[in-house]
């Protein structure tokens, strides 16, 4: 009956970084993935894959939910729009590890020695992009503590650079990777070079969306 | 005069059946904040609102009183029968309390103030007619509704503007928090002070004249801001997260800007249960209608103490719903929304104008969240609180009417 306490609506930043930590778990399931796919241990990727499945169907129900509780007259600190990009973002790396998982699971392949190093190196690299967007989206409730300004808002904002000049580099490392893949392209089989590419193009997505979601984020500071 | 006792037992009766209501639901919606944010347990909010409102009705309560009283329906259109006027009254008090209790039950988001005008009005109407009522005050009154919840809401925009550019945007908050403090503490005495002794101490015959109220509230204020500077020295820094050290700081000043707000809150409410009485005391006193009287002490300490008993024993189950449900509020938040609150209900109180301490209130939390400090705010409410206070006046109105005809029809 209180009319104060229907005032108030419910909170969507700690849901938003509970989200995060749901998609945290997609990722890293990454590293152990990548071991088993070099491995050649098909049944683990298999498994490790139902594992990141069920990790992505729980980030959505919990994407649902926060988009459920920001109805269209609630009025909120920052935008409700980059709250609801900023939260599609964030899901983007789920999906996008999902998909990454998908392409290893679908085809027994043979990893090449040769292509060992790149492909570790543009792992840690995307991985380590993910991580600092992990640390940016950790931070969202001491912004809505400080209202999305002052210097907390500048310390995310130079974190947020972190994180594009790890993508930066993640981009390169993926090049490094295909230029690899393709000087050993008589040894390989045409399919394999395309699932090759797709692989590389899917974990560079993975780095991209790392970065939308920091740049997302970006937009509702202020200075 | 043995019709007039009765009616003045009822009256008193009734009246205090009122402020316990009014103590027991609104104590809620007053403290709530406080709760929500931890800086009071739910039994300290209880007590503080009780020890505050019996001083806020008996200190300032008696400017919104006389409104009520003799302000919205013309006393001298009773001259030559005091005993409709006193029908009347009761009928005002018993058909808003009647109103509040149905709109209670029935989940609807009332305030007494609208109802006691309502019903004040609706006796007032079919008594003597439209000319028996003052429509220029009904006209500030309704302005009121309007102006202070809108006011309120510009004064916390502003201090949590203030705390939010000054204090949470530094890059040294708990500093900042440690030299803004003392000023928000001093401002609060000064305020405080000076609504208590302008010309509000008629009751203590103690009557000070604007210049040496002012200098006596700035003398206060200037100790409240060295007791505020001490305290918040002896802080001493942790290693932690600053701004939750920023609230740690910030949660004595909720605190006092919740007794404040228990303050304006018994100097504005209380007269909704004791005004009417207190114009039937006023008759029976006199024996005629336009002698003007002050309102005598022991009924607005009654009503205080009504307040207060509605607070302390119905008020804490109440409570324990409203904070349950708000989980986002933090003290600097609770500070600004409190103190724009309690500034402006504590003005309304010395213009003598009723209004409604959680409508307000409202309008304060508004404020803040424009300013970026609510996370998430359901902006739907102020539709149901035009609606209830759209119903609650004709409402409140009819039943006054209802029992005006009744009482009439029973004593004479």
């Known amino acids: 009956m209180s009319i104060i306490s229907k005032l108030f609506g419910k909170s969507p930043f700690e849901p938003l970084y509970q989200h995060m930590c749901k998609v945290k778990k997609c990722v890293d399931l990454i590293k152990p993935l990548m071991q088993a ?30 988009r459920i509780n920001l109805p269209k007259g609630i009025f909120l600190p920052v935008a409700r729009g980059d709250i609801l990009r900023f939260l599609k973002e964030q899901d983007n790396i789920a999906d996008a590890t999902e ?81 690899k893949m393709f000087s050993l392209e008589d040894q390989l089989d045409p399919v394999s070079v395309m699932m090759w590419m797709n692989i590389f193009r899917e974990l560079g997505n993975l780095a991209n969306h790392a970065e939308n979601t920091g740049d997302q984020l970006r937009i509702m500071l202020h200075e | 005069m ?18 316990i209501n009014i103590g027991a639901n609104d104590v809620a919606n007053s403290m709530a904040t406080s709760v929500a944010s931890g800086a009071l347990t739910i039994k300290r909010a209880v007590m503080i609102a009780a020890v505050f409102d019996v001083l806020g009705a008996v200190l300032v309560g008696a400017h919104v009183a006389n409104t009520i009283r003799k302000g919205l329906v013309d006393p001298a259109h009773f001259v030559d029968s005091p005993n409709l006027f006193m029908f009347g009254m009761l009928a005002a008090v018993a058909g808003s309390a009647l109103w509040v209790n149905i709109a209670t039950f029935l989940h609807l988001p009332v305030s007494t103030t609208h109802a006691i005008i309502g019903g004040v009005l609706g006796f007032g109407l079919v008594s003597v007619g439209a000319s028996a009522i003052n429509w220029t005050i009904v006209g500030y009154v309704v302005l009121s509704w309007i102006i202070s919840p809108v006011f309120g809401g510009v004064i916390s925009f502003v201090i949590f503007n203030i705390i939010k550019n000054y ?31 302008y010309k509000g101490l008629k009751n203590l015959h103690l009557d000070l004249p604007f210049l040496e109220a002012t200098l006596i509230s700035l003398l206060v204020g200037l100790a409240g801001f060295v007791v505020g ?29 919740a007794c404040f707000k228990a303050f304006s809150h018994g100097a504005n409410d209380v007269a909704n249960a004791i005004g009417p009485v207190a114009a039937i005391v006023a008759v029976l006193h006199t024996s005629q209608v336009t002698q003007d009287i002050s309102i005598p002490i022991w009924l607005l300490l009654a009503g205080g103490v009504g307040l207060a008993v509605g607070a302390y024993v119905w008020g804490r189950g109440v409570m324990e719903t409203v904070g349950e449900k708000i989980t986002v509020i933090t003290p600097t938040r609770g500070f600004s929304a409190e103190f724009g609150t309690a500034v402006t209900v504590l003005l309304c109180s010395r213009l003598g104008m009723p209004v409604s301490t959680t409508h307000v209130a409202v309008g304060n939390i508004i404020g803040v969240g424009l300013a970026g400090g609510i996370s998430a705010l359901n902006l739907a409410v102020i539709k149901k609180i035009f609606y209830a206070w759209v119903l609650s006046v004709p409402a409140a109105g009819g039943f006054s009417v209802g029992l005006y005809f009744l009482f009439r029809l029973l004593f004479s």
């Open chain 2, 229 to 257: 500077s001490v305290l918040m020295g002896r802080y001493k820094e942790k290693d932690t997260d600053p701004y939750s050290q920023v609230e740690q700081l910030a949660s004595p000043l909720q605190v006092l800007t």
């Open chain 1, 99 to 179: 998909d990454l998982a998908v392409l290893l699971a679908i085809r027994r392949m043979k990893v090449p020695t040769e292509l060992k190093e790149e492909l570790h190196s543009l792992v840690d690299d995307v991985i380590e992009a993910f991580d600092l967007t992990m640390k940016v989206s950790s931070e969202i409730k001491i912004l809505a503590e400080t209202s999305f300004g002052g210097a907390e808002a500048h310390k995310v904002m130079e974190m947020i650079e972190k994180i594009k000049i790890k993508e930066w580099e993640a981009d390169k490392a993926q090049m490094r990777a295909a230029q």
């Open chain 1, 37 to 66: 796919f070099f491995d050649e241990d098909f049944e683990k990727v298999t498994e490790i894959t139902k594992k990141i499945f069920k990790a992505e169907h729980e980030a959505d129900l919990m994407k649902k939910e926060i």
């Open chain 2, 2 to 19: 043995e019709t007039g006792l009765i009616i003045l037992i009822l009256a008193v009766a009734i009246g205090l059946y009122s402020a």
């Open chain 2, 167 to 197: 204090i949470l945007g530094s890059s040294e908050p708990i500093k900042k928090t440690r030299r803004l403090g003392p000023y928000f503490v001093g401002i609060v005495f000064f305020v405080l002070t000076l609504a208590i002794i």
